[in-house]
């Protein structure tokens, strides 16, 4: 399923909350994002399969130009550790995607989602718990290719 898939999937799932568990508030994330709005997520959700975690932040009203999203796809394997995110990396999965609305275009053209091409995720697992904190250097692709650079922080629980 590649990423544009993952996220309708996600949209759809959203809408009926029963198969998503909404986090509790002291998981969070915020960040910065390069020509947009600061990032702070309002809602998390959280998701984890036997081969994957899925992981919603979102920020702003749908349907307006204050929504924001970032979904992290992460190998449930994953381990404490700071990863390179690239095209070209071996390390387990680790998928980052922004996504954001542009009431401004055709309504069935105006959600983007653009996959982080690069930067670095600094992760710590407590694996007892299962809470993940970390910070998150990425940098995206707009519509128009012009780069997005995002850097924050965040902490979930599955």
Not at 39 to 51: H, L, P, Q, R, T
Not at 124 to 136: A, E, I, R
């Amino acid at each position: 399923m590649n990423s544009q898939e993952r996220r309708n999937h996600v949209n759809k799932i959203l809408q009926d909350k029963t198969n998503f568990r909404e986090l509790s508030n002291t998981d969070f994330m915020k960040s910065t994002v390069e020509n947009r709005n600061d990032f702070e997520a309002e809602d998390i959700y959280s998701s984890a399969g036997s081969k994957n975690i899925l992981v919603v932040f979102t920020a702003g009203q749908s349907g307006t130009p204050l929504r924001q999203v970032f979904d992290f796809y992460l190998s449930k394997n994953i381990e404490t550790g700071i990863y390179t995110i690239s095209k070209e990396s071996n390390d387990p999965l680790i998928e980052i995607t922004y996504s954001e609305f542009d009431p401004t275009q055709p309504s069935a053209h105006n959600n983007y989602s653009y996959i982080a091409f690069k930067g670095i995720l600094n992760l710590f697992v407590k694996t007892t718990t299962l809470k993940y904190d970390g910070s998150l250097e990425a940098t995206f692709k707009d519509r128009n290719n012009n780069n997005l650079t995002s850097n924050g922080t965040f902490s979930f629980t599955l």
